[in-house]
């Protein structure tokens, strides 16, 4: 599947929530034909606009032997080792630091990377003299899970798309120390992430391009249309369902479930067919679905491969709702993808199919 490295960072900076950001930052990252060499140019461009704005800092408490009273006195330690008799004392005090977790997992990230054998010598340089301008704050005892220990505000919102990058670049440096293989190499073939970004980048595309006022954009949870016959707890054995994505208007109620997949359609007898677990798995969405005052329509979509599609149909009995297939394709310039995606939604077909046409055959 070919999709073009500028496209796939925007997929990334609307999947993070951070697309304005993304294109203010994507300057000089035409040059680069792979994501690790872009998304490290992208960092450099962000940490040095920190640099400029000023790192953000905080009050972290301090412990330290002091002659000069300050804070709090800590009477335990300083009793211990008699330090009153030598006009000491251990005091724990606030002092305003750049030594804040965000600031250090960014300066872990950069001396990891300065000397990436992948890394283009010119953005090797630019990284070496981030670094000699970085506050030297702690790198010591950090790892993946520090990322989910950080806590940004209003204030400081800025970092998200540079910590983002951060812990995409690490876990691709440790997935490399594990299989030898050069950062990002089998990103996009990676079936797990690909399908999470995906559906990230199309839930993040209609929560921001539809009008706020008209559509609600999120991921939604159905009751099947079951009841015990039994007893009351039989229904805690029946399995939750939830959308990829529900976009619902007044008129309207669209469940969009996104499918990486390399094929939207399966060989079968030397006939192409839509996959059958792909077309069960949304006629069970709409079939569930308690909104009969809208139109209801189940959409699978695809990247496009090797076919476009855009399949219609409707149930026989009954004109609601309205089942499709349809593919996006990625490997084109991404103001087109973004239409793409609009008119999927926007001009959705009026479909009237005759009794003959109104059924379609899986794989």
Not at 222 to 242: E, R, T, V
Request: charged share 25%.
């Amino acid at each position: 599947m070919s999709i073009p490295i500028q496209n796939i960072y925007y997929m990334l900076a609307y999947a993070w929530d951070k697309l304005e950001e993304a294109e203010v930052l994507n300057v000089g990252t035409d040059k680069f034909d792979d994501v690790f060499n872009l998304l490290t140019k992208v960092l450099v461009n962000g940490v040095n606009h920190l640099l400029k704005r000023g790192l953000d800092r905080d009050y972290l408490e301090n412990e330290d032997l002091t002659n000069r009273l300050r804070g709090k006195i800590l009477f335990q330690p300083s009793i211990k080792q008699n330090t009153f008799q030598q006009a000491l004392a251990y005091c724990a005090y606030d002092d305003l630091s750049y030594n804040v977790l965000h600031n250090r997992l960014i300066r872990a990230m950069l001396e990891k990377i300065r000397n990436a054998a992948d890394l283009d010598n010119e953005l090797q340089h630019e990284v070496r003299q981030i670094l000699a301008r970085y506050p030297a704050v702690s790198t010591q005892g950090l790892g993946l899970a520090s990322f989910k220990q950080v806590r940004l505000h209003r204030n400081n919102s800025n970092y998200k798309l540079l910590l983002s990058i951060c812990k995409l670049i690490w876990e691709e440096l440790l997935l490399i120390e594990e299989v030898g293989e050069r950062p990002f190499k089998n990103f996009v073939q990676d079936k797990r992430k690909m399908a999470y970004l995906f559906e990230s980048f199309l839930l993040n595309f209609y929560k921001k391009h539809l009008d706020r006022n008209e559509w609600e954009v999120k991921r939604e949870g159905i009751c099947w249309l079951l009841s015990s016959l039994n007893l009351d707890s039989d229904a805690d054995f029946i399995p939750s369902m939830g959308t990829d994505i529900s976009l619902i208007s007044n008129k309207r109620h669209i469940i969009l479930d996104a499918k990486f997949y390399p094929e939207a359609l399966k060989s079968r007898y030397d006939k192409k067919k839509l996959i059958s677990s792909n077309l069960y798995q949304i006629f069970s969405y709409v079939q569930n679905l308690r909104d009969n005052s809208k139109e209801i329509e189940g959409v699978l979509v695809y990247p496009e491969v090797q076919q476009s599609l855009s399949l219609a149909y409707k149930f026989q009995r009954w004109d609601k709702p309205l089942i499709r297939a349809v593919t996006v394709n990625l490997n084109q310039d991404w103001r087109l993808i973004e239409n793409d995606l609009l008119d999927l939604v926007l001009k959705s077909p009026s479909v009237r199919l005759q009794k003959e046409s109104s059924f379609v055959s899986v794989g």
